[in-house]
């Protein structure tokens, strides 16, 4: 613990929360644990949100608590979707920085350390116009994973990198916890999947983050067998509302990009009016969503391949229900 630490910008207990969100990941969740052990920055708290887990993630954190030289808090809820406990950890955060640790990863052991180095190498008189600070991954066989930003040390935003920099692949930072405070997930009932990037966009509207090309993130690439990943092939119809909402979002509020991706928003058009067509959306309902007269044009010539995609995922989702039925 540092009580002075001159970093902090507000009265947090901690300079950084690491939070792991968790559903029946008891197998995997001491990556998650032997990463924290060996941390060599110590001033941070591991903030576990269990949704409904089923399996003994409960007794195996018990255990940790037991023996941890780090403050370890542990809260379950119900089954409600990894976004419902993302605005749970970030309501009960005690740290300034909030670095989301999925459940089935790893992390160097000096990634708290380096994340604090670049953090208070951002000038004190700027460090307010900044939300976070995000490095590259790299797999468990040490390959990286996804592009490297254009310098090692890159000051932007997330729709920036994404659109005129065309940067893609995995990713890992922290955001200052008190931002996310004011960009929270929505929560809509009986709602279990809302994308990410709905967050991550909003925020990059106002704030810049810092990019460096360091992997300090070990992301476990999937080896599940075929027919495990045939039973979680997601249903459209079931992640239709996050989908829309995203796909909404990205036509009203980023369209000076066009030129950057053009490709990508008739891409978001199509998409948009597919998972319009899921909810039950109308032609009109559909319009009337969008705010600006090019948003507006590019879902007129991209209505019918998205009805044209509804009509697909009805068929196939159909097929995938008599395979597992057999």
Not at 67 to 95: L, M, T, W
Not at 258 to 275: C, G, N, V
Not at 286 to 311: C, D, E, H, K, S
Request: proline fraction near 4%; glycine fraction near 4%; aromatic fraction near 14%.
């Amino acid at each position: 613990m540092y009580e002075s630490n001159p970093l902090r910008i507000d009265n947090s207990s901690y300079l950084f929360t690491v939070f792991t969100p968790t559903y029946n990941r008891a197998h995997t969740l001491d990556r998650v644990y032997e990463s924290l052990r060996k941390q060599t920055f110590s001033d941070f708290e591991w903030l576990i949100v269990d949704d409904g887990s089923t399996d003994n993630t409960r007794d195996l954190v018990k255990e940790w608590r037991k023996k941890a030289k780090f403050p370890i808090r542990y809260i379950r809820q119900p089954n409600q979707g990894k976004h419902i406990a993302f605005n749970r950890g970030v309501q009960e955060a005690r740290g300034e920085l909030f670095l989301n640790l999925d459940s089935d990863d790893s992390c160097v052991k000096e990634a708290l350390e380096r994340f604090r180095y670049h953090w208070v190498s951002i000038p004190k008189n700027k460090r307010s116009q900044f939300s976070a600070v995000t490095c590259l991954c790299v797999d468990q066989f040490n390959n990286l994973v996804g592009d490297r930003f254009p310098h090692d040390v890159f000051d932007s935003d997330s729709l920036e990198i994404r659109y005129k920099y065309k940067i893609k692949g995995e990713k890992w930072g922290f955001h200052r916890t008190e931002i996310l405070r004011k960009f929270r997930f929505p929560e809509i009932e009986g709602q279990k999947y809302i994308p990410e990037d709905i967050v991550w966009h909003g925020i990059a509207t106002q704030y810049k983050t810092r990019f460096i090309n360091e992997p300090l993130r070990i992301y476990w690439t999937d080896t599940s067998s075929q027919s495990d990943q045939l039973t979680r092939l997601p249903d459209p119809s079931r992640n239709a509302v996050g989908l829309l909402i995203l796909n909404q979002i990205i036509l009203n509020n980023e369209i000076k990009y066009f030129f950057y991706a053009p490709t990508k928003f008739f891409l978001t058009a199509l998409r948009y009016a597919r998972f319009s067509f899921h909810q039950g959306l109308s032609k009109w309902d559909q319009l009337i969503r969008m705010t600006n007269n090019f948003a507006r044009l590019l879902w007129g010539m991209m209505i019918v391949p998205g009805y044209a995609a509804y009509t697909w995922d009805k068929k196939k989702m159909k097929k995938r229900k008599i395979r597992l039925l057999k």
